[in-house]
């Protein structure tokens, strides 16, 4: 009999980031973490279990997935195998409608698609926090991909193991859109973790970003409950700002021209009055945070940036869902 489960989960935006491990074997993220998860950048993955399979299989975009990314799939498959008493191996196929690997975050969403049809063709009875911790374990910013709307991540392990994202308020508590200026559609030079152990071990500023983002998560998090957007943004820029400093520092280098520009352009729209502020993750990409009365207004803007691509808009969205589950 083959078993098929498919889940689908949207990207998420870090709007107090995470950057730096305190634990790098269990992926215990150094500092507590805020996002918003984005309608519309969708992974969908579909997960198999057939009597046929030898060993597991992960075709990412219609091609065989690199050997790191296989990798890292089976580590997942192994941990819910192992909860599950169970020795079948898996076929997985996962489809991104966004560009792969270039700081568009698509970890974030292709761990919490695997982990959710995983828990569910394994038939584990896990709660979603469970499902999260194990998202978590692969890569921490999927953790918060299993949830919609807004979601925190904390940084403290509790004794039970278990740390799973959770959600701060639903998609509809604030009324902004959120742009992606694409500035290329290559990989990314340095892939987070290791630019999060590079940070870590040679940036002079890594004590100050482990020290100060704890307390840029509280004031950002108080703003967005107190539903005001001036501060959210405000936070969100400096949160981006810092974490990008401490990295660079060690020579860990995400922007380009293009983001620059991008950069300046969204600081040059909001002194002109429009409510915009940029974010940056470990990619060259710019995402504007903006309110939805201005998001029309600061596409346009955008778009007529020297270096951005193109600009793709989302708006707050739902966490993972279980699209199909069938047996044949
Ligand atoms: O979870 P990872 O390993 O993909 O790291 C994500 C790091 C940032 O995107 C830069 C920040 C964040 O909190 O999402």
Redesign the pocket.
């Known amino acids: 009999m083959t078993r098929r489960s498919v889940a689908q989960t949207h990207a998420n935006i ?1 709007l107090a ?3 730096g491990k305190r634990d790098v074997a269990a992926n215990v993220p150094a500092v507590p ?1 805020l ?1 918003v998860t984005l309608e519309g950048m969708r992974t969908i993955t579909s997960i198999e279990l057939a009597p046929d399979l030898t060993a597991d299989t992960f075709e990412l975009n219609g091609e065989p997935a690199p050997a790191l990314a296989l990798e890292r799939t089976v580590t997942l498959l192994d941990r819910v195998r192992a909860a599950a008493g169970s020795a079948d191996k898996a076929r997985v196929v996962s489809h991104n409608d966004f560009p792969t690997s270039s700081g568009l ?1 698509s ?2 969403s292709g761990f919490a698609a695997l982990a959710v049809a995983a828990a569910h063709v394994y038939a584990l009875d896990w709660s979603l926090e469970r499902v999260s911790d194990l998202a978590r374990r692969s ?4 953790a918060r991909s299993v949830f919609g709307g807004f979601v925190e991540l904390g940084c403290d392990l509790p004794a039970s193991g278990v740390l799973g994202a959770s959600v701060v308020a639903p998609a509809d508590h604030l009324d902004v859109r959120v742009l992606v200026c694409v500035t290329s559609e290559g990989a990314k030079a340095v892939a ?2 290791d630019g999060m152990r590079r940070t870590a071990e040679r940036s002079p500023y890594y004590a100050a970003w482990v020290e100060r983002a704890p307390v840029m998560f509280s004031s950002l998090k108080a703003a967005l409950l107190a539903r005001d957007l001036e501060q959210v943004g405000e936070l969100t820029e400096a949160s981006a700002l810092a974490m990008h400093a401490s990295a660079m520092a060690a020579a860990v280098v995400y922007v380009t021209g293009a983001t620059l520009q991008a950069l300046a352009q969204v600081r040059e729209l909001r002194a002109r009055g429009y409510a915009a502020w940029a974010t940056m ?2 990619g060259p990409h710019v995402k504007v945070l903006v309110s939805a009365a201005d998001a029309a207004a600061v596409r346009a803007a955008m778009v007529e940036v020297p270096g951005v691509l193109r600009v793709l808009e989302a708006r707050p969205g739902h966490g993972a869902t279980v699209v199909a589950d069938d047996a044949s």
């Open positions: 870090a980031k995470y950057w973490s996002s975050a970890s974030a890569s921490a910013s999927a987070s973790t993750d470990a």
